[in-house]
């Protein structure tokens, strides 16, 4: 019989083959993507074009920004392209009106424009371009047929690694809206750094050790001698909902007992320590759990590279503290703990010195001026790790076993002082320099302006959530049929749309905001076709594929036509646009800018399909109309698999 310790070593070993042959399959896989480079795009070769401009003339071009003319701008109706010179003239110290026809002039002369012209307003100008129609759209088009599911990726990242760190849910505790933001935002920068070209590589970091455990342990003890077959019988029949149900209960009886904490904290240490009962303990809870997540992951099909949690580390941290203490980064604390000593860090956001993170207060209403240094404990004088330890391994094992270039942790926002702390610690280890690795974090998903609880109090499951939203898309399947006289009833099509929309609703709503902000849950969303929401995207692409199943008798060359309307202008323009958007989302590891271009898309889209007609029109028109729905369509799923949420063919 092999040991508790053994039995864990050899299960952790297998995972580390496991994780490093998958990891190097998929470096294999990813050269043989030929993906074209950003600067191969039109759109980007026109902005680097008027960059080089830009600084020929001195000028610094990252003080202004190339997009479509805001619509509140006055005579901007036929401009295609705009920005204000406002901030770049003010940087140069020259009038903006001569800046802006310094630039015109030379932008005229670019192959893709045919106009350009100068709009002075208060404290700027305005440099508008008219594009070369004929050839910029008809390139554009090209583009997109071409590379069509990789239109908008690019080979930037030549195959490097990109870890990315997201969902993370606790073991024996329910998973919280926040381990659902952290899933959706971070799989969507896993599709975005892939477009980027690096090979992203997903890990789960289940939080599977530590005191939860020894809580869980010893309820699990108390219940099993207090009433065992009772007790057996409710975790056959609901394993996940049974360990969430004691944890809980550890809660209040620790409350009565406060022996029951120190018992708990006993048998986490122990558990740490390679106790062979516990360690197969361990395992049964551990499969118990993630019966329960995978339940929230099949539904929003997001998948893992790997399911390494906390516990993986285990044996990887005796050595991490040691090179702490050798590069005298870690010093001896008091009763032989290990600590991080107090000191002023560098906040790799921003670049600058932050002397607040590890300052604590002695009395409650101390002011800032009176916080003293906190060390933070690396290893407590029991032996036992922390949350900071395992982390401080798990990097080093990310950087230095995994070659990452980047490691992205999707963390809610009240986590920034622990990753500041891990970021600066494993900088002065030298496992892993400033910057490399980031929090991209994230506010909380609120209902009604306060964090999710049923009317009981009890906090809302995710799957509940989920299945709420789905519910809501049913909805509004069943009165479109019963509108058109057909019965309420869902066939299995139907029901499978339903999940789309309703998944699709939650996805959508978390990624096309700002992820820093605190957002809603709007249950019904699902419900409605109005613009801003995921329904309405996928109701859009529907029309158009209706559009395309009656299209027949168009030609696939055909020249653009001079007299193209505005909102075919505009679409056209926003499509070419597209692969910056996706840079522009992944250098800030920000979503919600693909989002918003989605959003915009399929408003244009909207008005195109109900002011022009397709399939009626005449030749040319009609084959460029075609290529342009095409377009649309090829772009709408491209964006929507980056967000990951699914279009179906028919709503
Ligand atoms: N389990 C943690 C929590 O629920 C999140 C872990 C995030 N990832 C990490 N490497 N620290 O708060």
């Not at 003319?69 to 940087?91: C, I």
């Not at 071409?146 to 329910?174: C, H, Q, R, W």
């Not at 076709?529 to 027949?552: H, M, V």
């Not at 649309?632 to 799923?637: E, G, K, L, P």
């Amino acid at each position: 019989m092999p040991s508790g310790k053994d039995k864990l070593a050899e299960f952790n070993s297998k995972l580390d083959t496991q994780v490093k042959s998958d990891l190097k399959k998929k470096i294999t896989d990813s050269k043989k993507r030929a993906l074209p480079s950003l600067g191969d795009y039109s759109f980007y070769k026109l902005v680097t074009d008027v960059e080089a401009i830009a600084k020929k003339l001195g000028l610094n071009p990252e003080a202004f920004k190339i997009t479509q003319p805001p619509s509140k701008l006055k005579g901007t109706e036929d401009v295609d392209l705009a920005f204000n010179v406002g901030s770049v003239a003010r940087e140069a110290g020259k009038d903006p009106e001569e800046v802006a026809k310094g630039l015109a002039d030379e932008i005229k002369k670019l192959d893709s424009v045919n106009e350009v012209d100068v709009i002075p307003l208060k404290g700027g100008a305005f440099v508008n371009i008219k594009l070369n129609h004929a050839s910029y759209f008809a390139r554009v088009l090209d583009e997109i047929k071409k590379l069509s599911d990789d239109f908008g990726s690019f080979n930037e990242g030549d195959g490097k690694v990109v870890i990315l760190d997201y969902s993370a849910p606790n073991i024996a505790k329910n998973m919280t809206a926040g381990h659902l933001r952290s899933t959706i935002i971070g799989y969507s920068l896993y599709k975005i750094y892939e477009a980027g070209g690096y090979v992203s590589f997903g890990i789960n970091h289940l939080g599977d050790t530590g005191t939860t455990f020894g809580k869980v342990i010893y309820q699990y003890n108390k219940e099993m001698s207090e009433r065992g077959d009772e007790f057996k019988k409710e975790l056959e029949t609901d394993p996940s909902g049974t360990l969430m149900h004691i944890y809980r209960k550890f809660g209040e009886e620790s409350i009565k007992d406060p022996k029951a904490m120190d018992e708990a904290r006993e048998l986490s240490l122990k558990l740490e320590q390679g106790d062979d009962e516990l360690i197969d303990l361990w395992f049964k809870i551990r499969d118990w759990s993630m019966e329960c997540f995978y339940k929230v992951y099949d539904k929003i099909q997001i998948p893992f590279d790997g399911m390494m949690g906390e516990s993986f580390y285990d044996d990887k941290m005796p050595a991490v503290t040691e090179d702490g203490l050798n590069l005298e980064v870690f010093k001896k604390g008091e009763e032989g703990a290990i600590v991080f000593p107090g000191q002023t860090l560098s906040d790799p956001s921003t670049g600058k010195e932050n002397p607040n993170v590890m300052k604590t207060r002695v009395n409650k209403d101390d002011k800032a001026e009176d916080m003293v240094w906190k060390d933070e404990i690396i290893v407590k004088p029991n032996g036992g790790t922390l949350y900071l330890t395992r982390d401080v391994a798990t990097i080093r094992y990310r950087a230095e076993e995994l070659g990452a270039e980047k490691i992205i942790y999707a963390v809610g926002k009240e986590q920034r002082p622990h990753f500041m702390m891990l970021f600066n610690i494993v900088d002065q280890l030298d496992y892993c320099k400033l910057g490399k690795a980031v929090h991209v974090s994230f506010g909380h998903l609120n209902m009604e302006g306060k964090k999710m609880k049923t009317r009981e109090g009890k906090v809302i499951l995710l799957n509940d959530i989920l299945d709420e939203s789905i519910s809501a898309a049913k909805e509004l399947i069943q009165k479109r049929k019963t509108d058109l006289g057909e019965s309420s009833d869902l066939n299995d099509e139907e029901q499978d749309i339903a999940n789309k929309v309703g998944i699709g609703t939650v996805i959508y709503n978390d990624l096309r905001q700002d992820r820093e902000k605190d957002i809603e849950f709007n249950p019904d969303a699902a419900k409605s076709l109005e613009s801003g929401g995921c329904p309405y995207i996928q109701y859009t692409y529907c029309r158009l594929g209706s559009i395309l199943k009656k299209a027949e008798d168009y030609s696939e060359k055909f020249e653009v036509p001079a007299d193209i309307s505005q909102v075919e202008k505009k679409m056209l323009v926003l499509l070419s646009m597209f692969p910056n958007t996706v840079s522009e989302a992944m250098r800030s590891n920000s979503p919600h800018k693909i989002a918003n271009s989605l959003d915009q898309l399929t408003q244009l889209v909207n008005t195109f399909y109900q002011s022009q007609d397709v399939n009626k029109a005449p030749e040319p028109l009609k084959s460029f109309r075609v290529a342009l729905v095409k377009a649309c369509q090829q772009v709408i799923r491209n964006a929507s698999d980056l967000l990951h949420f699914e279009m179906p063919e028919r709503m």
